[in-house]
């Protein structure tokens, strides 16, 4: 009988990277492949990789070069690109790291098996395109594989904004959403194999129109219909754009019980110069008046963001004013970065802004995002949160879950199991979670 074989990928970057990730590996199960522990143990590695972080492509030919040593010692070993970087790079990774034996853009995933027959061959395949064939029904899920409590589904992929900064709308291809019925197919087998909660992917997922039996849908209304879903607790969703953010999935946030109190809604910059250099097509005001039309439909919800700093052309005036928005805000999460350049992209072509300017904007950006999620995770001291359990902590009798907030919470003497919902109490507020209590 022959051994299966093994296969390792790495995953960088966003949410939707993990799915795609997942997606892989299921269609290169039939194939005979199983996980791997780590590089060393493979017959094959895959690079799932992301193109928004500084300089990803010049990060993704550095591990490849850290591979020679294992490709000499294993000849047979199969090494392949996916993602953004491969989409963007193509035939230039190639050339430049002989070892790779496939490259693969995010949109022909699908095609994993018969590039693998080919690379078994000798031959170096490299896949691209932009296919007419819909890869999310190519890539079916194995049968009964047992899942966690929490698992992602994409729901719309591409982009149409083109921000000024952005790689997305080339690497990832114009907004397509999927068809309802398939996401509620997905959806209902996930909670079969013991999924709980579902983040709802996309580039820009809240303008997904994935069609209906009655037209498309709304990503308000494809929520309400997860809502039908017995045995599906939680509904999250990201990345949304603030100029999608329309009436009915507003009022989702306070009618829905299974859509979650977090919303994640980059505005990027607080000055409007900036954002119009950006074309983000929204203005701090028109941002900050959304979230008080959110925050009406649901109080409590816990806004995150995204931040790029040192945008070419920015001064420290437009700068101030992304901190009085953070101020005038009070994120409870956001993440933050240094502006890098991306080739291609409108922005690479500006006057850039010194770079030890842009590092000190970033460390005082961050310093007040920093404090302000302290000063929320403390609030949630006395407070009676959901949490949803998905695994043993490294004390005995501890777990570790998410809140309705998705904060991280631990609860000692529990005994309660990885998909168990419960009632917790928080006690007190860490560096990067919270503590709690069962309250029965």
Not at 16 to 36: F, I, P
Not at 250 to 267: D, N, S
Not at 271 to 279: E, F, G, Q, V
Not at 345 to 353: F, S, Y
Request: glycine content about 8%; overall charge negative; aromatic content about 6%.
């Amino acid at each position: 009988m022959t051994a299966p074989k093994k296969l390792f990928i790495k995953t960088y970057g966003c949410q939707m990277n993990v799915y795609d990730s997942e997606r892989m590996a299921e269609a290169l199960g039939g194939q005979g492949y199983t996980e791997a522990k780590s590089a060393d143990e493979a017959d094959m590695i895959l690079l799932n990789t992301c193109h928004i972080r500084e300089k990803a492509a010049e990060k993704v030919y550095s591990e490849l070069g850290r591979f020679k040593k294992l490709k000499a010692a294993k000849p047979d070993l199969k090494i392949g690109v996916a993602g953004c970087v491969a989409q963007a790079e193509g035939q230039e990774i190639m050339r430049r790291q002989p070892l790779v034996d496939l490259v693969v853009g995010p949109q022909s995933y699908h095609r994993l098996p018969e590039m693998e027959e080919k690379a078994q061959t000798g031959e170096k395949v490299l896949d691209t395109d932009f296919p007419e064939e819909d890869k999310f029904e190519q890539l079916k899920r194995r049968p009964k594989a047992k899942r966690g409590p929490t698992a992602f589904l994409t729901v719309q992929e591409g982009c149409d904004k083109f921000c000024a900064f952005c790689v997305v709308p080339y690497t990832r291809g114009a907004e397509v959403s999927r068809p309802a019925d398939r996401i509620l197919t997905e959806a209902r087998d996930l909670v079969e194999r013991g999924v709980r909660e579902i983040t709802l992917l996309g580039q820009n997922v809240n303008a997904y129109h994935g069609a209906g039996a009655n037209g498309d849908l709304t990503l308000a209304q494809l929520i309400w219909e997860l809502d039908k879903v017995d045995g599906l607790e939680r509904i999250r969703f990201t990345t949304s754009h603030p100029n999608d953010m329309m009436d009915d999935l507003i009022e989702a946030h306070g009618t829905c019980k299974k859509l979650m109190p977090y919303l994640h809604l980059p505005v990027q910059a607080g000055s409007d110069k900036i954002l119009k250099r950006m074309n983000r097509s929204h203005t701090a005001e028109s941002y900050l008046r959304l979230l008080e039309r959110i925050r009406a439909a649901r109080p409590d919800i816990l806004i995150s963001g995204d931040f790029i700093v040192g945008f070419p052309e920015e001064t420290e005036e437009d700068f101030q004013a992304t901190l009085d928005l953070v101020e005038e805000v009070k994120y409870g999460t956001a993440y933050s970065f240094k502006y890098s350049t991306r080739p291609g992209t409108p922005a690479a072509e500006r006057p850039q802004v010194d770079p030890a300017e842009a590092d000190d904007r970033l460390q005082r950006l961050q310093a007040l995002l920093t404090r302000q999620q302290r000063e929320i995770q403390d609030s949630m001291v006395g407070r009676e949160v959901g949490v949803l359990f998905e695994k043993p902590g490294r004390q005995a009798g501890q777990m570790l879950g998410k809140s309705d907030y998705l904060h991280a919470v631990h609860v000692a003497n529990c005994d309660r199991q990885a998909g168990d919902l419960a009632r917790v109490r928080i006690v007190s507020s860490r560096t990067n979670s919270l503590a709690g209590e069962l309250i029965d």
